[in-house]
C-alpha cells in the first residue's frame, strides 16, 4: 500500500476459494471500510456438524488497529515523536500559548483572535460557581473519598441541574442545531470543573470550600484553580505565577492526545446523545483507571522507591529480567521520545527554580539516561512518556499522589468536548453522513464462543455439576461485622 490515498481507492480481496471482494479505501488514513468485510461470506461447519454461511467480521480486542471516526482535532505521528492541535506543534503552543487559548483552538478548529479570546475566557470564568446543592452533595461524601471519585460523581450529578439542556429530557437533536445550546455547556463545564476539583481537594484536607476568585479578569484559569485549592482567610491571596505558569503548560499538553480510551469513552457516550455532563463523568471514570490517567503517580512511587542513584541498575535489572516494569517509559503509539515529555523535563527546572529542587528528579534524569542507552529499551523502542515527569512536577509543587489523576482529568476535558463538539457537527454534515455509521450510536460486535443451543436442566441435572463454589461467593467482611458475628457466648 505504498500509493497515496487519493490513487487507491479499492483493494480486492481474495478469499482461499478464489472469490474477489472490492472493498473501499476510506479517504483520510489508509483504511478500509470494515463494513465492506461483510460481504464476504464464510462457509464451515459447527461442532455438531451443520453446515453453516458466516459474515465475515474484524475482530480486534483492544482496538489495536481499528479507527472509529474521523478526525482534525488532534495529529500524532508515533514513530517521529511528533504531536499537534489542529496542525499546530505542541511545543510551539506550549511555549506562546495558554490553557484557555488552546482549549478554544481544540474545540473550534482556530486560534481565537484578541476579541474572542477576551469573549471566551469572559465566558467561561462567569460559569464558575457552581450551585449550593452540588457543594452540599461534596460534602456528604466521606472524609477520606478519593478526589477524583467525588469529582466524577459531582460531574454526573450536574446534569440534574441543568434539565432544559438534557437531549433525554427535551429532544434528541438538541445541540446539533442549537450552537448556543452547545456552546453554554461547554462554558459552564470548564469553567465549574476546576471548581468541583477544587471543592474536593479541600474535602479531602479538610478545609472549608473556597469559591471561584471575584476578580477574575485578573486571574487566569490556572490561577483562579490554584487560589481555589490554596486560599486560607487571606482576602488578596494570588498564587505563584510561577506555579501557575508551570501548571498551564502541563495542562496544555495534557488537553487532548486523540482516541486514548477516555476520550473513546466520551466518543461512545455521546453517540447516544446523552447530556455532555454525564459523557464527561464517564470519560473521566475510564480515565481514572490505573492503567490510564495512574502512571504519573506509578512513575513517582517508583522514583521513591529506587530511593537513591546507586540503585538504578539494580532496578534496571529487574525491569529487564520483566520482574518490573519501567513506569513512564514506553507508549503504544509513541515509538520515540514523546514530545510533551521533552516539554515537561524542561519546564521541570522552571519549577524547582520556584519551589526548590525535588531530589527524585536527580534519580530520574540519570534513570533515562542509562534507559535509552540500554539495548532492550533501545531494541524495543522504548523511550520516556509524558508520565515520566509530569508527576516530578506535581510532587515538587506540592499535591498529594490522589490529586494526580485529576490534574490530569481537568485539561483533557477540553479534549473531550472538542470531540464531542466534532462528533455533533458529524451528525449535521451531509457529507459525512454517506460513511457507514458515522451518525449511529457506537455499538461493538462480539464473535461468540459460548454454547449456543441448551435446554433448561432438571434440578438434578444443576446439581450434579457445580461450577463455582460457595466459597468464591464468599465475601470479606470488616471487623465491625465479625465483632457482630454470633451466636455470642456467655461470660463465664
Ligand atoms: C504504555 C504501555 C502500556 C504500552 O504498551 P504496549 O504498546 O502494549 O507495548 P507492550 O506491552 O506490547 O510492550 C512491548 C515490549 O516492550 C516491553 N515494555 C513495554 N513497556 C515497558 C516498560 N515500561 N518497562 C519495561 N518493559 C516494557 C514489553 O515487556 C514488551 O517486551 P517483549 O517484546 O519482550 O515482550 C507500556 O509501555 C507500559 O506499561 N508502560 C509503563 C506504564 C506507563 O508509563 N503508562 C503510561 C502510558 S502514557
Not at 464451515?44 to 482534525?72: H, I, L, Y
Not at 474535602?203 to 471575584?214: V, W
Not at 477574575?216 to 505565577?241: A, I, K, V
Not at 503509539?333 to 521541570?348: C, H
Amino acid at each position: 500500500m505504498s500509493q497515496s490515498n487519493k490513487e487507491l481507492r479499492h483493494l480486492i480481496l481474495q478469499t482461499p476459494s478464489k472469490e474477489e471482494h472490492k472493498i473501499t479505501v476510506h479517504d483520510g488514513d489508509v483504511a478500509i471500510l470494515a463494513k465492506d468485510l461483510a460481504q464476504i461470506k464464510l462457509r464451515g461447519f459447527t461442532k455438531d456438524g451443520k453446515e453453516v454461511e458466516k459474515q465475515v467480521t474484524s475482530f480486534d480486542p483492544g482496538f489495536m488497529n481499528t479507527a472509529c471516526c474521523e478526525s482534525t482535532i488532534t495529529y500524532i505521528d508515533g514513530d517521529k515523536g511528533i504531536l499537534r492541535y489542529r496542525g499546530y506543534p505542541i511545543e510551539q503552543l506550549a511555549e506562546r500559548s495558554n490553557f484557555l487559548e488552546v482549549a478554544y483552538l481544540l474545540i473550534y478548529g482556530e486560534l481565537p483572535t484578541a476579541t474572542q479570546l477576551d469573549t471566551w475566557k469572559e465566558r467561561i470564568m462567569s460559569h464558575t460557581y457552581i450551585h449550593v446543592t452540588l457543594m452540599d452533595y461534596m460534602k456528604s461524601f466521606r472524609y477520606d473519598a478519593h478526589p477524583m471519585s467525588m469529582f466524577i460523581a459531582t460531574m454526573a450529578a450536574m446534569s440534574t441541574e441543568y434539565p432544559e439542556s438534557n437531549p433525554t429530557l427535551t429532544r434528541r437533536d438538541l445541540f446539533e442545531f442549537d450552537f448556543r445550546a452547545r456552546n453554554q455547556q461547554i462554558f459552564r463545564i470548564l469553567g465549574k470543573a476546576p471548581t468541583i476539583a477544587a471543592c474536593a481537594y479541600r474535602h479531602r484536607i479538610g478545609r472549608p470550600y473556597n469559591y471561584p476568585t471575584e476578580s477574575f479578569r485578573g486571574y487566569s484559569y490556572t490561577e483562579n484553580f490554584l487560589y481555589m485549592l490554596d486560599r486560607l482567610s487571606e482576602s488578596d491571596y494570588r498564587p505563584s505565577p510561577a506555579i501557575a505558569k508551570a501548571l498551564d503548560v502541563l495542562f496544555i499538553v495534557h488537553a487532548d492526545h486523540e482516541l486514548n480510551c477516555s476520550t473513546a469513552a466520551m466518543r461512545h457516550l455521546t453517540s447516544t446523545r446523552v447530556d455532555p455532563y454525564t459523557a464527561v463523568a464517564g470519560a473521566a471514570g475510564a480515565l481514572y483507571g490505573p492503567l490510564h490517567g495512574g502512571a504519573s503517580e506509578a512513575v513517582v512511587r517508583m522514583l521513591e522507591e529506587i530511593g537513591s542513584v546507586d540503585r538504578i541498575d539494580e532496578f534496571l535489572e529487574g525491569v529487564k529480567s520483566k520482574t518490573r516494569r519501567l513506569m513512564g517509559f514506553g507508549h503504544r503509539i509513541y515509538k520515540n521520545y514523546d514530545p510533551r515529555a521533552k516539554i515537561l523535563k524542561e519546564y521541570a527546572e522552571k519549577v524547582f527554580a520556584e519551589v526548590g529542587r525535588d531530589p527524585l528528579v536527580d534519580i530520574a534524569v540519570e534513570l533515562e539516561r542509562r534507559a535509552i542507552q540500554d539495548e532492550y529499551f533501545v531494541s524495543r523502542k522504548l523511550y520516556p512518556n509524558v508520565d515520566f515527569y509530569s508527576g516530578i512536577i506535581y510532587r515538587a509543587c506540592g499535591f498529594p499522589l490522589d490529586m494526580y489523576p485529576l490534574l490530569f482529568a481537568l485539561p483533557r476535558i477540553a479534549g473531550w468536548l472538542a470531540h464531542w463538539y466534532e462528533s455533533l457537527r458529524e451528525e449535521k454534515s451531509a457529507a459525512k453522513a454517506s460513511i457507514p455509521g458515522a451518525t449511529h450510536v457506537m455499538r461493538a460486535r462480539q464473535t461468540y464462543v459460548g454454547d449456543i443451543d441448551k435446554s433448561f436442566p432438571t434440578e438434578e441435572e444443576r446439581n450434579s455439576k457445580q461450577s463455582i463454589t460457595i466459597d468464591a461467593l464468599k465475601t470479606y467482611h470488616s471487623n465491625l461485622s465479625k465483632r457482630r458475628k454470633g451466636p455470642h457466648k456467655e461470660l463465664a
